[in-house]
Structures are given as structure tokens and as C-alpha cells.
């Protein structure tokens, strides 16, 4: 791509960027860009619109935010973090200073028992046919496995479907591995809708085949992508251990099955699960101006899986939420219903947290508005799914052409968030809302070692904490 | 993220994951995955709908697609191809036995001699202030740029405008470095339009400098991302040369010339420009069944910069351009229209294969009805920029709903590209488009050594390329 006259011309900036840019370089304490729809200068005492009131919040994101900067932070000197890790604890006491340093108005903690699962330090798997030489491939326990008491050799049966081990005769399960290895529907345009369909392996597997006597579950990794990469996540307690395959361990798995049935299949994990450890929520507050008693929560979760940084899953998330409450501040906005970040512990193996919310939520016979969670990725956003009746759904969906301009305008029904879930039944909110990126990249380093921060975009990051607060600014002001 | 059961649940998927995978599995010839909004068995004989023609083109696309793979071998066996090298005449012959191997109906190069700059092995930038020791930053010569002529070193003057420049007193300039460092405007949701309006800095920055006696010029790199990637493009010819300054490098500089206006710059570049070199245009048609007159065309530009593989800028293009015909083919559709994917040379450094390719157009006295260009990087679909009268931007824009199953349906007045522009003046198609994808990430990699094959992404490509075959298919089908 080169400058063409005719993109200087078709942007209409070529002209028009230095005023804007003078403005930049001045680090204006509030500014709208070139490009707002309605920034046009208004009387300083008329009210802002809603359009320009969302403008100033991304200005304010693109320009200034600190999401990116958060979120370094956390994923460099931190890491990982799951459940009942010392990192963990390190994360709770890192989201605390921020959002006491941000000064919103009440920061404090959740206590909550969460589970304590550890890796350990051994993580083997090998294909070991007729031939001398075996071939190591690329596992990962899955979270929540038993682990294999030394070395746990056995044959290999490999199935697609649940339906599929439940017609298989005894003889051909009892004492071997059973290898589930349905892949992702490609055709499928959203990949958490591919996920979807193909998860239960992951989460059932093992309980499903330690029903048939098998010694334990080897599971295709949850991705389109064909990698090395061995993902983890949750799986339901079972007697029998469960690891994940890499996608390329899979096929050639499979494969090599295909030839010699008679194959066997060596796995070593150290895994194992210790008592419960006291974590923390971590929640901070913006009190509502009018309705202090109303409550707009939002949030993203503080636990990662232990492979790598946790960025995306949900390091993004938790600066994003924190960063919406930071936004709006710095615009100026006072709320009138009563605003919450909360960082939630243990989404990943529990969702502790998310429950613990809930019930404290109901306890304190709390009113609830709406929550929002983003955790899907930190990517480009789209917009928002809404876990609502027909009547609330219309009216968000009526505020889509204020996120327009920010191609954050996609508002439908759809699933809301695995922390926020527990309050629906708790406290009835109006809304559960989960923030919708663009997400076809997730799902290529979702809980493997490559979620690490330089795989987030700032802008990309920026823009969705921006749509966040947007959305928290219009959710404030109207009430649902 | 873990699998709650209520996202198993609002997906739809649980119970209706295992049939779509049986086919996924049994690879299918033409299948229509699960999601097919309208994907209900047709009777044979019956014309099936558009919607239902969209959706084969993207499984296909999504199940089936060659687009990834065949820039993995552009970008890995061939790589950096800039006009005139060797490499770039590899890539035509690349080009060509491509789409001969996708059997379309005529497969032809069109000749056109194009520039042959080269960097040269020596590229060396250093702040020098009035310590000994200087410091080395990242610098890169732009294209077209003269070199230096061993060791060039005087004293720098920053500048954020032309403006600002031509009120500078002669002294002030005369015999020194003049630095153009006006950043992006980061508040712009759209990067291309923050490099629209920084970009003739680089175009111009040099021709401007040297009019007022400057000995080169500097200029920050076109991007909103702060890091130690110099970023390369074609400059405006000028008697002096013209290098880019990493952004890091860039604030360093300033930074330093705030404390010490007296410090110096050295810089070395070897770049030379040579006689230009023959070179091709690659054409490959799909005659119309109906319409044979009647041309539809789509293309990327097969030249890139030097400095990494050319993935995003634009083997993208190039692919996805062949794959459009190829998913058409693939599907069954015979087109009404004769349909050319073309791989234009020179786009990066003097756009004559698209100038060319226009000209034989008006020579042959040709009918074109549109053309689209993806030149934009292989990222997310979100639609397509129209230029063209609003009647046909109406009815382009009426097939929005077809597009929105696949997030790509923002169609809207905008660029087409550099490389069909010219089809313009030459032979008055109804339409150039630009196809457009989400770039939030693009200006982090432009014309930079980081523009290479792993940060593409196989799903976002592939969305793509079904992205513009479903529009050459509705182009087909009902004109414009």
C-alpha cells in the first residue's frame, strides 16, 4: 500500500490532519479528534450529547488509555495465575493498588475458598508403535486431571463422539486410552460456536471413559489452528487422568492408528489436586450520583491458566473493566447508578468468584441493572450479546448507531458471562451483557503457552474498553 | 473462557455439533455447514438462492481454502519482491503456474517495464551530541531515495508540517537534517485514515526539504505503534536522500534535541536506483457464459517492499484475488461474466501494472463493469469502500444482508485501490472496490522487516477471499 493522491484526497485528511495532530502533540486534558461525528463546539453549559459523550471516551482510550500499559504489568511481572497459586494472590493485590490508584471511590476484596490444582513438573507423552523408537508429542494435563502414578502405558482407541464410545463393546475400552479427537467445524463462522460443539470432549472425556473401564483420556486440542501448541482447560473430576493432544499430535496420532491399531500410547503426568486456598474478588466502585442503589457491574476474570501469561484469557478483560471506570472518570461523566470493576477469581476451574458475587449480591438484597463481561479476547470489538427479555434487548439494540462509528455496533442476543451468570438467578438483573470481539485469532493461542501479551494490540485493546465504558455511560444515564 | 454449560447451551451446538463434523470428516465435495442460515435441502433441479450460493463459497473457503497455503509458499520460497529483482520475476512465474495448476480458462502476463531501486547493503542512522559515544538508531532508506554517498552528518531541525517548515528561516534549514516527526493521529478510528494524514511526510518530505537546501530528510515511521521497526515506502524523487526513523527512535531524537538543539545526525545509505527492468502483470480469466464482454476484476499487487515476505502487503491480495475464482469454480457457479484475477506489478514504487493493465483495457476497447482490489492486508472482513455513482452504491449496499452472516457487510462509499484506479479515466467501470478488513493491527507491520507470514492469520485470510468472491459472484449475476 502507498500513498495514493487519491486516499489523501478520500480520507479528506490530508489537509485536515494538522490541527488534530497539534492537539495530540499538546496532550489536551480532554479533546475531540478530527474525526468525531458531532464534536462540533458546544456552550459550555448545554449538555453533551450522547455522541460526543462517546467520542470523548475514545478519544480518551486511544490517546491516553492505560489498558495496555495495565496489562503488561500484569502479564509480565505476574504471569500466569491460576486459582490457589501465589500469583494469583500477587494479581489480587496488583488489582487492588490500581484501582486504589485510579481513586475510585470504595476499592475492596471478596473472600472466596477456591480450588488448588498444580501441573507439576513432569508432562509426558509418547506414540510408541512396533518399531523400537517411540515419538514424543506435544501434551498438557488437562485442569483438574489425576495424575498418572508414574508411567501409565495402554493401547489406544480413538472416537468422535460420545454416542461413538457408548457402541463400542467392552473389549475395545477396558484398560486402554480413550483418544477423542473430533476437530473444530471449520464451516462455522464464529469460533466460539466451533468450540462449542466440540468442548464437551474436553470437559467429559475422562468421566465418560473411566465409565468404560478405560485408564484414562487424550483429548484433540480445542482450536482450528494446526499447531504444536497442546491447550488445556477445565475438565469435570474424574478417577482416570486427561490430557490434551496438540492438533498436529492428534492427526498424526490418529494416523499412525490408522496403520497399527495395535499402537500404544505413553503418558506421564505429575498432576495434582491440594486443598482449597483463600483467594479474592477484587472490586472497586464509582457511586452512583442519583440511584446510588442501582448497580452496573463489570468485569473480566484474574485467574489464567498456568502455560503462559493469561492476555488475552482474561488479563484483557480485567484492565479493560478497570479501564472503563477509568475512562468515564476521566471524561468527566458522574454516574447516576452506582459503577463496579470487579476482577473475578477462579473462572477458569470453579468460577468461585462469579458465584461468591452472586451471593454476597443477593445477601445484601443488592440491586442489580446490568453486568458486563469481557472475556473473549482483547480483539477489535464488534459489539455486544445480551442475556435479556425481548423489551431490554430492543432498547440497548436501539443505541447500535452511537457505536457506529466504532464498529462496535453488533447488539444481539447471546450468551452474557460464565462470572456474571450466577447473579441472574441471585438478583435478576435486567441485563447480562458480554462484551463481543472479533475473535477468529482466539481460539489459536486460547489456554496454550502462546497467550502472551505480544499478542494483543493496543488499539484493538483500547478500542474495546472504550466500547465498554460506552455502553456502562448509556447503561448509567438511561437505566434498562 | 471454559465451556459453561449455558454457552454449550446459547451456541445451539451441543446436540447439533456431531453431524456437521461427520461431513467436516467424510470431506464432503460441497456441503453446507450446520450454520447455513438458509441451507435447507433444494430439490436438484431447483436455482438455489444467493444466500445459499454465499454460503458454499465460504465452506468451501473455510474447509477447503488454498489461500493460506499458497502464500505460505509466496512469503516463505520466494519473500521480499520488489519491482525489478529477481524475486519479483519469480513471483510472476509463481503467479502464473498458480492459476494454470486453478485450470482457469486463460492464464497471460501483460509486460511493463518498471523501476529498479535498490537499498544497497549499508543502512546506518546515529544521534551524535557532544559526547563522544553516539547512539545508534534504527533507520531505513525510502524507496526511491538517493544514497548518501558514504557518511552524511550535520545538525537537525524537527519539524511537524510543511508549514512549519516554510516559516523557518533559510538558516535554520540550509545544510542541516530536516525531521519530520508528526506522529499519527491516534484518535482515528480507521489507521488508514491517520496514515493518510501523516503519509506526506514520507511522499513529500525530501522533494520539500531539498528546496530549501536540507542535506536529507528524517521522517518518523507511518505508524501508531512505538517500537525499533523503521517503515519503508516510496518517496516523491528528490536530490536528497530520504530516510525513516523508527518511532522509538523518532521521540529519542526529538527528546534529545529539546536538551542539546545543537546535536548532529550521521547517516548512510547505499541505495541506488538502476535502468528500469521488464516485468509483468499476471492475468488469469474465467470466461462469461452470458456475458463474455462484460469484465469483472479482482486483484492484489504481487510487488512488496524489501525489507520482510510481503505477507500482509500484499501477498494477501494476490491470493485471495486467485482464490476468489477458484472458490467460484470450486462451488459449481459458471459465471455470466468473464471474471480476471489479476496480479499487478509495481504497485508499491510507481503503480505501472495497474497503469498498464488500464491502458491495454482502453486499447482493447474492453467493457469492464467493476474491479476490486484488497490491498488493505489479509485481516477480519468487515465489507467494502465503493467508488461509484450513489445509484450503484445503493444497489451494491442492498446486498448487505447477504454479507451480514459473515460480519462483511459494511458497504459504503470509500477508496477502491491504487492498482485499478487508473480503469477509471481508461474505460468507465460502474465500480472500483476496495475490499475492507478490520486493520487495526496493519500499521504495526507496514512496510517494516515484521510483514511476514506468521502474522497472518489462516481463518481471517480465507474469510477474506470468500468475502470478495461473494461479491464477484452477485457482480455476475446481476451487473451493476
Redesign the interface.
Known sequence: ????L???L??G??L???P???Q??KKAKT?A???APAAAPQAAAAPVSDSVALRKI??EA??RGESYDNLRYLTGNIGARLSGSPQAQMAVEWGKATMEKAKFDRVYLQEVMVPHWVRGSKERGEIVGNKDKGIKVPVCALGGSVGTGGKLKAGVVEV??F?ELKNLPDAAVKGKFVFFN??F?????????A??????Q??LGAAEAAKRGAVAALVRSMT??RDDNPHT??MRPATIPGAALSTNAADQLSQLLKANPDLQFELELECVTLPDEKSYNVVGEIRGSKYPNEIITVGGHLDSWDLAQGAH??GTGCVQSMEALRLLRATGFRPERTLRAVLFMN???G?RGGTEYARLAAENKETHVAAIES??GGF?P?GFTLEADAATLAKVAKWAPLFR???AD?ITA??GG?DI?PLKEAVHPKALIGYKC?S??YF?I?HTAADTFDKV????LE?GGASMAALIYLLSKYGL
Chains 1, 2 share one sequence.
Open positions: 500500500m502507498r500513498p495514493s487519491s486516499l489523501l478520500a480520507t485528511l490530508l485536515a490532519a494538522a488534530g495532530q497539534a495530540v502533540r479533546k479528534s478530527t474525526a475514545f478519544d486511544l490517546l468422535h463422539s454416542d473430533r476437530p467445524n471449520d464451516a462455522l463462522i464464529e469460533p466460539g460456536a468450540y462449542g460443539g466440540a468442548v464437551e474436553r470437559a482450528s489452528a482447560g477445565t484469557d482474561d473462572e477458569e476451574n468460577a472475556d473473549g477489535t464488534r462509528p466504532y464498529h453488533e447471546g450468551h460464565t451468570g472479533d477468529q485469532r489459536d486460547h494490540n493496543r488499539r484493538e478500542l
